[in-house]
């Protein structure tokens, strides 16, 4: 019998909404956990801004049990690790251990939730730290192109600010703002537990049950996010060499049945090298190093975009080759052969993925928080082989619209130089 046939999914609620989910891989000796919490920098309010990132950095500083360093070497004395992260919509504090030290990831997981002692002392040392961070996007034009991108592209909306917020609002916070904000969003109809690997379902919720104990409720959630209607275009010159753009169009939301139909299209644009894109642009035209295309998906709306860097002297030529290729996908559909290795591409890319158990623990969290129904990884591969050059070429049309589009340029590029580009798609 194949391994994915006894690999077993257990999803359990309990009174305060805490819900707990798991998948059992008999054949894996690690455990993946994750507490997911559903908050994140779109929760924020603008002088908020950055206070869920830097409280997911302040609950490995310390609680009333151990030290930041004791924390830090808990699971990592017994070969595991234990980690974080804060994305717009979720904050995740994760553990990788062998099967027989479940007990001791709950035990530290739980603790650093329950009991941070969240110091004054601590709390203006890691302002420093996040300020360092905050740095470093500002110094990778790289990643501070799609910075300034996300804000023009969800102009005056929470899902525009940055994860990490500013120096201004991180240096604000103190003890009492931590802890508000905590009260009121780390509830227990808002976090979800999940696990994968060699583990027992009901020695998790067992545990879960003893070690966490969130106050009850939900909260309250900010307003959808809005796409834009209107092409927008939005430049930041500096003296560098290289040219870094982003140009996006609205999407479609986690949860949307047509998902896989998105990732095709921008898995044919943009994902890999032997993308239509990083063909013509990099491999025929030598104008970028690097290019690639990208989909964001939220609980209520959704972003596709391109991102490539080049010399100012290719830059509308670049932008030009990318319209190009756009115009072609609202036009022509893709012969079978193409559609078949695009098939396969996502299929070996979610597979591989799912090769992990903290692959696995990451999808379980996220398609619970995105409400998105259960999907064994056989159903999901099956509905990805039942997409359609048709599928594909409606999405383009649906997508691809140039009053929904938005630019965003950083580097030496002027004006006149985006003002060459025919954007009518």
């Known amino acids: 019998m194949a391994t994915k046939n006894l690999i077993k999914y257990s999803k359990t609620v309990l009174k305060d909404g805490l819900r707990i989910i798991s998948e059992n891989i008999p054949s894996a000796r690690s455990i993946s956990i994750g507490v997911w919490v559903d908050v994140g920098s779109r929760d924020e ?27 830090a070497s808990s699971l990592e004395s017994l070969g595991g690790n234990i980690n974080a992260f ?26 650093i939730l329950m009991n941070s002692t969240l110091t004054p002392k601590n709390i203006d040392r890691e302002k420093s730290v996040v300020a360092e961070e905050i740095h470093e996007v500002f110094e990778n034009p790289s990643d501070l192109v799609h910075e300034h991108f996300t804000e023009n592209f969800w102009s005056n909306q929470p899902l525009g600010r940055s994860i990490l917020g500013t120096e201004i609002t991180v240096r604000s916070f103190d003890r009492k703002d931590i802890k508000a904000y905590m009260k009121k969003s780390y509830l227990s109809g808002r976090v979800v537990i999940a696990a994968a690997g060699n ?15 969130f106050s009850e409720g939900i909260g309250n959630r900010g307003e959808d996010a809005i796409s834009p209607s209107q092409f927008t275009k939005h430049i930041y010159t500096n003296g560098s060499a290289q040219n870094h753009l982003c140009l996006g169009f609205p999407g479609i939301k986690f949860s949307h049945p047509d998902r896989y139909n998105i990732l095709a299209l921008y898995t044919y644009l943009g994902s890999g090298m032997s993308s239509v894109l990083f063909q013509k642009i990099r491999e025929e035209k030598g104008m970028a190093y690097s290019i690639y295309s990208f989909a964001d998906f939220f609980r209520d709306n959704g972003m596709m975009g391109i991102y490539f860097g080049t010399e100012q002297k290719h830059l509308s030529e670049a932008i030009e080759t990318t319209l190009k290729e756009l115009r072609k996908m609202k036009k022509n559909r893709l012969p079978d052969s193409k559609l078949d290795n695009i098939k396969a591409q996502i299929k070996g890319h979610l597979t591989l993925a799912l090769e992990s158990t ?18 064994p990884l056989d159903k999901a591969l099956k509905s ?15 997508i691809f619209v140039s009053e929904g589009m938005t630019i965003t340029s950083l580097g030496p590029g002027t004006e006149a130089d985006l003002n060459k580009v025919d954007y009518s798609i």
């Open 384 to 398: 990805i082989d039942r997409i359609q050059s048709n599928d594909i070429l409606e999405m383009a049309r649906k």
């Open 45 to 71: 309010q603008k002088s908020e801004n950055g206070i869920s990132h830097f409280i997911e950095h302040m609950l490995f500083k310390g609680t009333k049990r151990r030290s930041a360093k004791k924390i």
């Open 358 to 375: 903290n692959g696995r623990m990451g999808r379980l969290g996220r398609l619970e928080l995105l409400g998105n129904e259960y999907l």
């Open 199 to 213: 583990v027992s379902h009901r020695k998790l919720v067992e545990l879960v049950k003893k070690k966490f104990h």
């Open 86 to 111: 804060t994305s717009r919509e979720q904050t995740c504090y994760m553990a990788v251990i062998l099967d027989e030290h479940l007990e001791q990831a709950v035990d530290v997981l739980s603790d």
